[in-house]
């Protein structure tokens, strides 16, 4: 069994930032890929970025490229999501995955197992 326990969220003009964190529990999380997902009004679960347990590979969706970042801390058992220049239609409840030991990170929401209960970001314009 594995704890998901996101923070950082909050509400933020068009243009600022926000630094989620995940803070995992309950199974090694060195051999644990990671994924970011977010849910807007009304609309389906959608990927966002995905790291590999080691932290080498990192993975996103072509509308945060080049202003969201996915790191992870192995030794605090902690993923993040940096995310700059945020806009609008960034707004959602964002939600962290872990996938079973030693599986791919994924880009689809079957790909894991575990999730946390979610952080809502709001960004105004």
């Known amino acids: 069994q594995v704890q998901l326990v996101e923070s950082g969220g909050g509400l933020v003009q068009a243009g600022g930032s926000l630094r989620l964190s995940c803070a995992a529990s309950g199974r090694t999380f060195s051999n644990t890929a990671m994924g970011w997902f977010r849910q807007a009004p009304g609309k389906e679960r959608e990927y966002v970025a995905a790291?590999?347990?080691?932290?080498?590979?990192?993975y996103y969706t072509d509308s945060v490229k080049g202003r969201f970042t996915i790191s992870r801390d192995n030794a605090k058992t902690t993923v993040y999501l940096q995310m700059n220049n945020l806009k609008p239609e960034d707004t959602a409840v964002y939600y962290c995955a872990a996938a079973p030991p030693l599986i791919a990170p994924s880009r689809s929401s079957r790909g894991y197992a575990y999730w946390g209960q979610g952080t809502q970001v709001t960004v105004s314009s």
């Open positions: 790291i590999h347990w080691s932290g080498t590979t990192t």
